[in-house]
């Protein structure tokens, strides 16, 4: 399950030579080629799924299960203060490569924020639509 034109497929396969943290039967965990601080890596499945909605829940769950392993030895040998653990899906997500992958990115006190958004008001018709929509859904 491999994607011959996936960048990501190559790297974690282990076509592409790369700074390697870890790597299992599953997985493997580089670090970014642009940091977005230092430490910055990402947990890349070696089977080729564009994104969560492509991936089997259990390869979800172990690469959520890689990210808590990861995050705590990265806190312990980095020093960092808090880590953020991000994954993007699709286009509007910020996805830039279609092959799943975690980020791991550790935070260390007295940094800018990276990561915010503008909080909105969310409408009490809106929010019991949607209620009964997706706990519908979700009990099905
Ligand atoms: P996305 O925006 O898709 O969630 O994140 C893709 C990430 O992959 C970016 O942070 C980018 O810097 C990183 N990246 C893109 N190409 C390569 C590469 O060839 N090698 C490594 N190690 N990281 C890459
Ligand atoms: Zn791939």
């Not at 390697?20 to 039967?25: D, F, K, R, V």
């Not at 564009?50 to 959520?64: R, S």
């Not at 899906?89 to 260390?108: D, S």
Request: contains cysteine.
């Amino acid at each position: 399950m491999r994607d011959e034109n996936c960048i990501f497929c190559k790297i974690a396969n282990g076509d592409i030579p790369t700074y390697q943290l870890y790597e299992n039967e599953d997985f493997r965990v580089i670090f970014d080629a642009a940091p977005a601080t230092r430490g910055h890596a990402l947990i890349l499945p070696k089977n080729h799924y564009a994104d969560i909605f492509e991936a089997d829940e259990v390869t979800v769950a172990k690469a959520f299960a890689l990210a808590k392993q990861m995050a705590e030895v990265m806190r312990n040998v980095l020093g960092c203060d808090g880590i953020n653990i991000i994954q993007n899906n699709g286009r509007e997500a910020g996805q830039t490569v279609f092959h799943l992958h975690v980020h791991l990115i550790p935070r260390y006190e007295g940094q800018e924020k990276i990561l915010t958004w503008k909080q909105h008001e969310h409408s009490k018709r809106d929010m019991e639509e949607l209620v009964r929509q997706i706990a519908e859904e979700m009990n099905k």
